[in-house]
C-alpha cells in the first residue's frame, strides 16, 4: 500500500466517543506528505484516572478546544479518498464511529487496515505485538508514545513495510 492516512485517538475516558486527541500521518507514493495533529474537547467531557495515566492529557488541556466535528472538518480534505490505517483498528474505527453518531454525523464507511493483525500475521518472532516493539522491529524508534501523533507516524512506518 502507497497511499494511506495512518490514525491514531487518545481517549479521555471509558467511552469510545470521548477522542481528546488525534493523529494523521498522510502517505502518498510511499512518502510521508502530511501530518495533523489535534487536541478536541471530548464527549463526555470528562477524564478518567487510567486514560489521563496512559497519555497525560487533562480536562484543563482541552476545556477550550473544538469538538470533533468540528477537528474532523479540517481532516476531511486532508484524508479523502485515502484508506485509513491504524495499529488496532477495532478501537480507533470504533472511537470514529462513535465520535460521528455522537455528533449525528453521517459516517462514509471508511475503510480501514489494521498494523496490528499484520504484524501478527508477519512479524511472529516478536515478543508482543504493541506499537513500539513493531515500530522497533520495522527501525523506527517511537518516542513520545501515546502521543496520538507520534503513534500516528509509527503506525504509517509499519504500514509502509508490512502493507
Same mark, same amino acid.
Given at each position: 500500500?502507497?497511499?494511506?492516512?495512518?490514525?491514531?485517538?487518545?481517549?479521555?475516558?471509558?467511552?469510545?466517543?470521548?477522542?481528546?486527541?488525534?493523529?494523521?500521518?498522510?502517505?502518498?507514493?510511499?512518502?510521508?506528505?502530511? &501530518?495533523?495533529?489535534?487536541?478536541?474537547?471530548?464527549?463526555?467531557?470528562?477524564?478518567?484516572?487510567?486514560?489521563?495515566?496512559?497519555?497525560?492529557?487533562?480536562?484543563?488541556?482541552?476545556?477550550?478546544?473544538?469538538?470533533?466535528?468540528?477537528?474532523?472538518? &479540517?481532516?476531511?480534505?486532508?484524508?479523502?479518498?485515502?484508506?485509513?490505517?491504524?495499529?488496532?483498528?477495532?478501537?480507533?474505527?470504533?472511537?470514529?464511529?462513535?465520535?460521528?453518531?455522537?455528533?449525528?454525523?453521517?459516517?462514509?464507511?471508511?475503510?480501514?487496515?489494521?498494523?496490528?493483525?499484520?504484524? &501478527?500475521?508477519?512479524?511472529?518472532?516478536?515478543?508482543?505485538?504493541?506499537?513500539?516493539?513493531?515500530?522497533?522491529?520495522?527501525?523506527?524508534?517511537?518516542?513520545?508514545?501515546?502521543?496520538?501523533?507520534?503513534?500516528?507516524?509509527?503506525?504509517?512506518?509499519?504500514?509502509?513495510?508490512?502493507?
Amino acid at each position: 500500500m502507497r497511499d494511506f492516512a495512518a490514525i491514531d485517538f487518545e481517549t479521555a475516558n471509558e467511552q469510545l466517543s470521548s477522542v481528546c486527541s488525534i493523529g494523521i500521518v498522510v502517505v502518498r507514493n510511499g512518502i510521508i506528505t502530511d &501530518r495533523f495533529y489535534s487536541l478536541i474537547q471530548p464527549e463526555p467531557n470528562y477524564y478518567s484516572l487510567q486514560n489521563s495515566s496512559i497519555h497525560s492529557l487533562t480536562y484543563e488541556d482541552t476545556v477550550k478546544e473544538a469538538v470533533f466535528s468540528k477537528v474532523w472538518f &479540517r481532516v476531511e480534505s486532508l484524508i479523502e479518498g485515502l484508506p485509513l490505517v491504524a495499529h488496532n483498528k477495532g478501537f480507533d474505527e470504533a472511537c470514529l464511529k462513535a465520535a460521528f453518531k455522537t455528533y449525528q454525523m453521517d459516517y462514509p464507511d471508511y475503510r480501514f487496515y489494521c498494523t496490528l493483525a499484520e504484524s &501478527r500475521r508477519q512479524l511472529k518472532h516478536l515478543p508482543n505485538h504493541q506499537l513500539h516493539t513493531v515500530a522497533a522491529d520495522c527501525g523506527y524508534i517511537l518516542t513520545n508514545h501515546h502521543h496520538a501523533l507520534a503513534d500516528a507516524e509509527a503506525c504509517a512506518e509499519i504500514a509502509m513495510q508490512l502493507l
